[in-house]
C-alpha cells in the first residue's frame, strides 16, 4: 500500500508565466521516504498537493495504488492520505485528543476504537496521553504540536504521508529530534512519506531517496549518495553542497558506502558501528583505533565491512568534476 | 428608584416591551449579517461597497434614520426595529467577515487536507473558530440596539423610554431616574450575559496556558 506514481504531470497556474510544474514522471515505492528538495518556487510544494488534490493537475495523471487519484472522491482521497503541514495547522478550538480523532471521525469509527487509537498514537510520538490528551494546541510548544499533527495524520491509518516542511518553522535541535522520531517511526509504520524541504541537511538525513526539483522540473531523483557522488549538474552540485567533504561524510549512512560480508568472513577484531551511524562517524572510529576495516551492524548482526578506502570512493566521485 | 420600587409592574411591562424590540431585531439583524458577510467573504469586490453602505448608514443619527422609516412602516415599534437592525448590521456583518479572515489559512488547508467537506469545515472549523469573535459583534449590536430601543418611546413603540421621555414631559424626575437606572442595568445585565456566552465560546483560552 501506498504506491504512488506521477505520468506527465503538470499544472499551470493561470496566468503563470511558465508551469509551476512541468511534466514529472517518477515512482515512488511504498515504504519509501521521498524528499522533494529544492529553491522556494521551484514547484515543490505544488507537486506535493496534486496528490491529495489541493491542486488539480493541469496535464498527465497521478495514480496512488494503480488507481487514477482522479477518478476517486476528493474528500475520500484525502482521508486516506496523512497530510502534515508547516506550523501544524492543528485546529485551536480543539483537544489534543479531539484534533488526533479528526480523520478517525470522519472515517465513521466507533467511539471506542478512537479513544483506543487516540491513546496509543500520542504514545507512539511520545507525548504521554494522560498528561496530553486534553490540552490545546495553544498548551503546547511548536516541536509537540508538531508531533500532535504527526499523530493527527497517522490516525487513519494512511498508507501515504504528505508532509510539507513540518519542521520549517522549528529550532534546530528540536527539528534534528523530530527528524530522528520520523526514521524511528518509518522503521516502525513502513509508509510511503512524501516530504518537502528546502533544507538539504533534513532532505539527505531522511531521505531513501531525494527529487530534486529546479523550475517546475525533476532535475535529478536519485539516492542521497549518488547525488552526491554523482550529482546531474551544477545546479544539484551547488544545492547539495557536494564540495564540503567533512560535511557529507556526516550526511551518508554506512550502510551507503559499506561493503558486503565476504563469504569467508570470520567474527573478527574489528571495531563495530551500526549500519545508521554517518560515514564522518566511522571516519573518526577509523583514526581513533587505527583499525584497518570497521565491522557495520544491522541489530547486532554483522552485515558488512568498511574500510578507508569505502569512504575515500564516496567522496572522490563528486569531486572529479 | 422610588418609583422603580412604587410601581414595579409598570416598569416590568416596559421592560418586556424593550426586550421584545431588541430581541426581534438582533434575531433579524443575525440572519441578515450572516449571509451578507458570507457573501463578502466570497465575492470579494462586494466588500467595499457594501461595508462603505452600511458604514454610511451608521452615521445617520438615529431620530433622523427613525422619522425616514415612519412613512414606511408607521408610527410603532417595526420602524424603529427597522432601524435597529439597519444600524446593527455594519457591526455584525464586519465582525463576521474579520472573524472569518482571521481563521489560520493553515489551519483551513489542514481541514481541507484532512478530508473534511464543505459542511464539515463550516460546522467543525470556521463556525467554532469566528463564534467568539462574532459573539463580541452580537454584543456591540445588542448594547447599540437597547440605546435605539430607548428612542423608540418617541415613536409609540413603548419601552423604558417611555419612562424617560414623560418625565421629561411631567417634569417627573423619579421617572426619568427610574428610566435612566433601568436602560443602564438592562444594557449592563445583556453586556454580562453576552460577555459569559463569549467566554464559554472559546475553550482554547478558558484553561490555563501549560507552560
Known sequence: MGNL???????????????????????????????????SGCGKTTLLKMVNRLYEPTGGNIFLDGVNIRHLKATTLRQQIGYVIQQSGLFPHMTVAENVAVVPKLLKWPKPQIQARIDELLALVKLPPGEFRDRYPAQLSGGQQQRVGIARALAGNPGIMLMDEPFGAIDAITRTALQDEILRLQSQLQKTILFVSHDVEEALRLADRILVMGQGEVVQFDTPFNLLTRPANNFVYNLLGADDMVRQL???????????????????????????????????????????ALTVLEDGDPVGLLTLDHIRQSTVVGNGR | MSYLISTPGDVLTLLLQHLRMTGIALGIAIALAVPIALLVTRVRWLAVPVMGGLGILYTIPSLALIIFLVPLFGLNATSVIVAMVLYTQVILVRNLTVGLAGINP??????????????????????????PVFLAGVRIAAIVAIAIATIGAKFNAGGLGKLLFDGIQTN?????????????????VINGLLLALEHYAQPQRRSQPGQ
Open chain 1, 5 to 39: 506514481q506521477f505520468d506527465d504531470v503538470s499544472l499551470r497556474f493561470s496566468g503563470g508565466a511558465r508551469p509551476a510544474v512541468n511534466r514529472v514522471t517518477c515512482q515512488v515505492n511504498s515504504g519509501e521516504i521521498v524528499v522533494i528538495l529544492g529553491p
Open chain 1, 250 to 292: 556526516g550526511l551518508l549512512r554506512v550502510a551507503s558506502a559499506m561493503m558486503a560480508l565476504p563469504p569467508n568472513y570470520s567474527n573478527g577484531h574489528n571495531p563495530t558501528l551500526s549500519h545508521r551511524d554517518s560515514l564522518r562517524d566511522a571516519l573518526s572510529l577509523i583514526l581513533r583505533t587505527g583499525a584497518p
Open chain 2, 106 to 131: 493553515a489551519v483551513l488547508e489542514a481541514a481541507r487536507g484532512m478530508g473534511m467537506s464543505v459542511s464539515q469545515r463550516w460546522w467543525r472549523v470556521q463556525v467554532p473558530l469566528v463564534l
Open chain 2, 172 to 188: 417627573r424626575y423619579d421617572k426619568i431616574v427610574a428610566g435612566a437606572i433601568a436602560v443602564a442595568a438592562l444594557a449592563l
